[in-house]
């Protein structure tokens, strides 16, 4: 009978330990995808920019919508708590030229790169679905490449500037589990603040004090989605 027992209890310690194994999340996790950031412009305007460039009104646009890359690298303690260590990119000129402005070229050309890292909470349940929050904390580095205005009555040289400071991304998204190593991201939102000091940034890039009194802070929305994998 005392063996029974002990034999009953062994391999019900065995099956509970198999259970918990099958149910416990991968200790690390890598995500690819898409990004797309809709910038804030920190109160710097076209006007500006006309004025700045010396052409007539409506000559100049910002670009509001840049696309990207983000990758991650998920480090999961537990089925709760993970560790994120994240990147991201964008490309695209941040100065455009309106419809009013015909043959205008040589418009500035830049990209941005953000390194961050932070932890992850994540809801794990018997569902496929698995959605998160975290709180990530970094650098975010924006570049102007140099170069002249064209097709203008005055051409307008510009410099080539480079800007890095804080950034941090407050968000979340939902995870679709496809298969055991592999799960899709349909959506991940994040509140996306950078500290680029538009002042410094814009007037060394064109020599210029009309950039002065611009905010240093911007409040970017960023959004993702991609393909995760687990091992």
């Known amino acids: ?34 990004s797309l950031l809709h910038a804030d412009a920190a109160g710097l305007t076209s006007q500006t ?3 700045v460039l010396g ?29 994120a260590v994240d990147f991201g990119g964008e490309t695209g000129g941040p100065i455009t030229a309106t419809s009013f402005a015909q ?24 569902s496929k679905l698995t959605p998160y929050v975290h709180g990530l ?25 480079t800007y890095t400071d804080f ?3 407050l968000g979340g998204g939902l995870d679709y589990k496809l298969t ?7 959506a991940q939102l994040d509140w996306f603040h950078t500290s680029v000091n538009y002042n410094k940034f814009y007037g060394s890039a064109f020599d210029s004090v009309q950039f002065e009194g611009i905010r240093t802070r911007q409040r970017n929305v960023r959004f993702s989605a991609g393909v995760v994998a687990q091992f």
Do not use: C
């Open 137 to 161: 904390f970094g650098i975010d580095r924006a570049k102007l490449d140099a170069g002249s205005l064209t097709g203008v009555a005055s051409p307008e040289s510009f410099n080539a500037e």
């Open 103 to 126: 043959g205008i070229g040589g418009l500035p050309k830049g990209n941005s790169y953000s390194a961050l890292a932070g932890p992850v909470i994540s809801y794990r349940t018997k």
């Open 167 to 169: 950034a941090i991304a």
């Open 55 to 83: 052409q007539g009104a409506s000559a100049f646009a910002l670009r509001s919508n840049y696309n990207g890359w983000s990758a991650e690298a998920q480090y999961n303690l537990d089925r709760w708590l993970g560790i």
């Open 1 to 34: 009978m005392i063996r029974f027992v002990i034999v009953t209890g062994v391999v019900a310690v065995l099956i509970s330990s198999f259970g918990f194994a099958q149910d416990a999340p991968s200790k690390v996790q890598v995500f690819g995808g898409y």
């Open 180 to 186: 055991r190593h592999f799960a899709i991201r349909p």
């Open 49 to 51: 920019m006309d004025f």
